[in-house]
């Protein structure tokens, strides 16, 4: 039984004008999680960082730069994974995610393809 447990991933990158108080506040709002706060990235660049936990997962909230036009990415990871993170037994849930914070919170959404694959907005 103990080789059936898997965990969950999601990355999303967003598209907002706003700074990173204002999304992490409509974010917060939105998705109904109450402890979604801001703190300094420990690593260089120190820079403002979203954090929260809720419901099993830990999420974190930053700026990017890695896709043009989305000025943020969201990625969230089930907590005390370790052991699934490191045999690849992690669900990824971030098409789902993507389509649910465009629907939730109509804030245009992006999830990377696959080498070779292309990507899915959602708009």
């Not at 990235?41 to 930053?62: A, M, Q, V, Y």
């Not at 890695?66 to 990824?92: C, L, N, P, Q, R």
């Not at 465009?102 to 992006?110: L, S």
Request: hydrophobic fraction near 40%; aromatic fraction near 14%; charged fraction near 30%.
């Amino acid at each position: 039984m103990i080789n059936e447990i898997y965990g969950a991933k999601a990355l999303v990158y967003l598209k907002y004008d706003g700074d990173i108080e204002a999304l992490v506040e409509k974010l917060s709002k939105s998705l109904s999680i109450p402890d979604f706060w801001i703190d300094t990235r420990e690593e260089s660049p120190h820079e403002l960082i979203g954090l929260c936990e809720n419901f099993g997962f830990e999420g974190w909230l930053e700026t990017s730069e890695k896709v043009e036009g989305f000025a943020y990415s969201f990625k969230m990871e089930t907590e005390d994974s370790f052991d699934e993170i490191h045999t690849g037994k992690m669900h990824d849930l971030s098409l789902w995610f993507a389509r649910f914070i465009f629907n939730v919170c109509k804030i245009e959404t992006f999830v990377p393809g696959s080498v070779g694959e292309e990507g899915v907005l959602f708009s």
